[in-house]
Nanobody, 116 residues
Framework: VQLVESGGGLVQPGGSLRLSCAASGFTFSNYVMSWYRQGPGRERELVASITSAGRSTNYVDSVKGRFTISRDVAKNTVYLQMNSLKPEDTAVYYC??????????WGQGTQVTVSS
């Protein structure tokens, strides 16, 4: 099983980034996919999630209207489009896959730094 994140980097405040998470080794279409983040000195928090069929999404209040989660079943990939980035969005972003309470996987994380 692998979850491989990409797309992180350094961006100025107000800029955009798109994170990708390529999944392999499990039935991607059965899993709820999520993005978490952990900023400096902070606990890991759930940023956004999308149901297995992609019909429903959820966001933490601090990113609503700025971030969009989506999934492409054909490519076994989940995305996080991040717009209007703020310094407080600086964190390591992790991809997560969950199948009910029975099974879950984590990616290795990708660093996002928002700074001028």
């Amino acid at each position: 099983v692998q979850l491989v994140e990409s797309g992180g980097g350094l961006v100025q405040p107000g800029g955009s980034l798109r994170l990708s998470c390529a999944a392999s080794g499990f039935t991607f279409s059965n899993y709820v996919m999520s993005w978490y983040r952990q900023g400096p000195g902070r606990e890991r928090e759930l940023v956004a999630s999308i149901t297995s069929a992609g019909r429903s999404t959820n966001y933490v209040d601090s990113v609503k209207g700025r971030f969009t989660i989506s999934r492409d079943v054909a490519k076994n990939t989940v995305y996080l489009q991040m717009n209007s980035l703020k310094p407080e969005d600086t964190a390591v972003y992790y991809c997560h896959a969950r199948y009910f309470a029975w099974d879950n996987y984590w990616g290795q994380g990708t660093q996002v730094t928002v700074s001028s």
